[in-house]
């Protein structure tokens, strides 16, 4: 079992940045990837970036690629999501995920574990 806590989300002004962090504890060992999702108001939930645990190849959705970078610290059981440039349409929950067993990673059936989510507002 995993369990996901995020954090760093708040208000940012449009061309800002910010950091999400999400923490895992648990039976890290056996994940295969973990990745972020975002959900706005009346939305989806949409794939934003994901990273392989053991290896660290990253893959980012297409509508954030430049923007948007994921990285991992295995030692401290972290996943990061730097955001940079941000635009109000950036505004929503961003969730982190863990996926025990290799899919496709931009697929939210491919998670097993979810955080409860942190709220990016981003100011016009």
């Known amino acids: 079992q995993v369990q996901l806590v995020e954090s760093g989300g708040g208000l940012v002004q449009a061309g800002g940045s910010l950091r999400l962090s999400c923490a895992a504890s648990?039976?890290?060992?056996?994940?295969?990837?973990m990745g972020w999702f975002r959900q706005a108001p009346g939305e989806e939930r949409e794939f934003v970036a994901a990273?392989?645990?053991?290896?660290?190849?990253?893959y980012i959705a297409d509508s954030v690629k430049g923007q948007f970078t994921i990285s991992r610290d295995k030692a401290k059981n972290t996943i990061d999501l730097q955001m940079n440039s941000l635009k109000p349409e950036d505004t929503a929950i961003y969730y982190c995920?863990?996926?025990?067993?290799?899919?496709?990673?931009?697929?939210?059936?491919?998670?097993?574990?979810w955080g409860q989510g942190t709220q990016v507002t981003v100011s016009s």
């Open positions: 990273i392989t645990w053991s290896g660290g190849s990253t």
């Open positions: 995920a863990s996926a025990n067993t290799p899919g496709q990673l931009w697929h939210i059936a491919t998670y097993e574990y």
């Open positions: 648990g039976r890290t060992f056996s994940s295969y990837a």
